[in-house]
């Protein structure tokens, strides 16, 4: 099962916005709304920012928002803050035989 | 507050096991599946496996690459799931979170590193 893909790198200036995006296939991202987003910090367990799309758990920023569109899935975090430096991972349902995919991940920069 | 801590990981050679436990807290842990993931020094992270809740059937799903190897179970009086690994690979090294949930998983824990090596 193939990985999600994912940009490495994405950045933006404090207050600006930055989009993240997240391609699979209609195996996976395309045929289910089961794709969330997570938030790692170096050495830390990763956090739940986004779930089925685009829900936020709560407790989680309205700065963070999902979406998808065919194939490919996508994070904004608006209003970027310097506690959002991070890596963000997608992930997406994949069906009975592959369950779940990741994406390869993109560290966001805020510069 | 949920809670979850991993424990038992460690250093372990090539072809041995090791057994993962995942002791939950602050939620009815009977009520929902368990899922475990891992990831490996410096890469991404990798579904490894869950069990459902009993209500679900109590089954369990692995990824292609342990399946055979693995085995997730649950002690719901306990509140712990457990993570059984046999026939260890090097590839096996990596940090083994626990989390709580399928579709949505909200909760992780802190992770317990494993290493295979000889």
């Known amino acids: 099962q193939s990985a999600l893909t994912q940009p490495p790198s994405a950045s933006g200036s404090p207050g600006q916005s930055v989009t993240i995006s997240c391609t699979g296939t209609s195996s996976d991202v395309g045929g289910y709304n089961y794709v969330s987003w997570y938030q790692q910090h170096p050495g830390k367990a990763p956090k739940l920012m986004i779930y089925e799309v685009s829900k936020r758990p709560s407790g989680v920023p309205d700065r963070f928002s999902g979406s998808k569109s065919g194939n490919t899935a996508s994070l904004t975090v608006s209003g970027l803050q310097a506690e959002d430096e991070a890596d963000y991972y997608c992930s997406s349902y994949a069906g009975s035989n592959n369950f779940y995919v990741f994406g390869t991940g993109t560290k966001v920069t805020v510069l | 507050e949920v809670q979850l801590v991993e424990s038992g990981g460690g250093l372990v050679q090539p072809g041995r096991s090791l057994r993962l436990s995942c002791t939950a807290s602050g939620f009815t842990f009977g009520d929902y599946a368990m899922s475990w993931f891992r990831q490996a020094p410096g890469k991404g992270l990798e579904w490894v496996g869950f069990i459902r809740s009993k209500a679900y059937g109590g089954t369990t799903e692995y990824a292609a690459s342990v399946k055979g190897r693995f085995t997730i179970s649950r002690d719901d009086s306990k509140s712990i799931a457990y993570l059984q690994m046999n026939s260890l690979k090097t590839e096996d090294t990596a940090v083994y979170y626990c989390?709580?949930?399928?579709?949505?998983?909200?909760?992780w824990g802190q992770g317990t590193l494993v290493t295979v090596s000889s």
């Open positions: 989390t709580r949930g399928l579709h949505r998983v909200d909760y």
